[in-house]
């Protein structure tokens, strides 16, 4: 069975302006769809770790056109994640060419800090 056979798909989460009275307001909505797999290194509880301060790990893989330090959705079920790090093709030898990223969980909230902080 191939990889790509356990892709599911997530949205890349674009950063859009949002209508407002009181000013410029900005907010993550869903963007392109993609499809990739998310592979948790750490707990599998992922509330519990989150509540602990346990930053969640893994690595995602795909074969789409993403860039590092791209924030995601899982579709399933809202989950999301920001990939971090430098990408990790496979070689090209390889049978399945597919990039991996670190990646870690995270959320909307902590996204939105992150953008705001960096202004």
Same mark, same amino acid.
């Given at each position: 069975?191939?990889?790509? #056979?356990?892709?599911?798909?997530?949205?890349?989460?674009?950063?859009?302006?949002?209508?407002?009275?009181?000013?410029?307001?900005?907010?993550?909505?869903?963007?392109?769809?993609?499809?990739?797999?998310?592979?948790?290194?750490?707990?599998?509880?992922?509330?519990?770790? #989150? +509540?602990?301060?346990?930053?969640?790990?893994?690595?995602?893989?795909?074969?789409?056109?993403?860039? +590092?330090?791209?924030?995601?959705?899982?579709?399933?079920?809202?989950?999301?994640?920001?990939?971090?790090?430098?990408?990790?093709?496979?070689?090209?030898?390889?049978?399945?060419?597919?990039?991996?990223?670190?990646?870690?969980?995270?959320?909307?909230?902590?996204?939105?800090?992150?953008?705001?902080? +960096?202004?």
């Amino acid at each position: 069975m191939s990889l790509e #056979s356990y892709y599911e798909p997530f949205y890349i989460q674009e950063l859009v302006k949002v209508p407002s009275e009181s000013g410029e307001l900005y907010e993550y909505r869903d963007g392109k769809e993609i499809t990739g797999l998310f592979v948790q290194k750490q707990s599998g509880e992922t509330a519990i770790a #989150s +509540s602990q301060g346990i930053a969640t790990a893994g690595r995602f893989a795909t074969g789409s056109d993403v860039r +590092s330090g791209a924030f995601l959705r899982r579709k399933k079920d809202g989950f999301y994640i920001k990939l971090v790090g430098d990408p990790l093709p496979s070689p090209v030898q390889a049978l399945t060419q597919v990039t991996t990223w670190e990646s870690r969980v995270t959320s909307r909230t902590e996204q939105m800090k992150e953008q705001q902080g +960096s202004k």
